[in-house]
């Protein structure tokens, strides 16, 4: 996949980049290539797999999604899915929670760099985080982060009530949803839709959105040592 096939593939899920987006997404790769000879970002370097894999994975949502208002994306690494969310909608407001300051850096390398507006890197944990910005925001995506039975209790009680929770996640997406059904209900959501689709290389991705339907629990959530040790 090369940049072309990236604007014709995110085209047919209903989105189209212009020129500026483009270059953009194109300048990010260059940005993260060069960063990953001295850090260890992603394990995906060459330029057909980032923009399949990264930057087409991240917008694979769009299709079943609206993305608009806040968005919190946990656990942002690279900045994937929210980074790319942002230069695919430009007016979309968003927060990356990377816990590692070396990719808080990058994070902030490549806002400047794009003269990206209206988004914002924190450097803590999700669990504290939440202590700030307990159900502030329309969205809060994570892709492939941690099991879903530990993400959940990181990342909905971050989600205010009539918002979505999207999960993205690989071929084992649906024996995580399994195991993570009790507490994403315990946590105040309520599944809206899962999808299976794929990339154009034929991976298997999941796609599942849930709405959050009520508060959560203010116990929740809980030390990440006890979250870890005993998921809900």
Do not use: W
């Amino acid at each position: 996949m090369d940049i072309k096939d990236l604007k014709s593939a995110v085209y047919d899920l209903g989105l189209v980049l212009d020129d500026a987006q483009l270059e953009r997404l194109d300048r990010y790769k260059l940005l993260l290539q060069k960063k990953n000879e001295v850090m260890n970002l992603t394990a995906i370097t060459d330029d057909s797999g980032i923009y399949e894999k990264h930057f087409y994975d991240s917008l694979l949502s769009i299709r079943y999604v609206d993305y608009q208002g806040e968005l919190c994306d946990v656990g942002s690494g690279a900045g994937f899915p929210g980074l790319v969310l942002k230069i695919a909608y430009p007016k979309l407001k968003v927060t990356l929670v990377e816990p590692i300051k070396k990719r808080c850096d990058f994070l902030l390398e490549v806002i400047e760099d794009l003269k990206l507006q209206d988004v914002e890197v924190v450097n803590k944990r999700a669990e504290d985080y939440v202590k700030e910005k307990r159900e502030s925001y329309d969205l809060v995506t994570a892709r492939a982060v941690k099991n879903l039975n530990i993400l959940s209790e990181l990342c909905v009680p971050l989600i205010k009530v009539g918002g979505r929770f999207i999960i993205l996640k690989g071929s084992s997406g649906f024996d995580e949803l399994k195991s993570a059904k009790r507490a994403l209900e315990l946590l105040g959501t309520k599944e809206e839709e899962v999808i299976k689709t794929n990339l154009l290389s034929g991976d298997t991705r999941i796609i599942a959105i849930y709405e959050k339907i009520k508060k959560t629990d203010k116990k929740y959530p809980r030390n990440y040592s006890m979250i870890d040790k005993r998921p809900l």
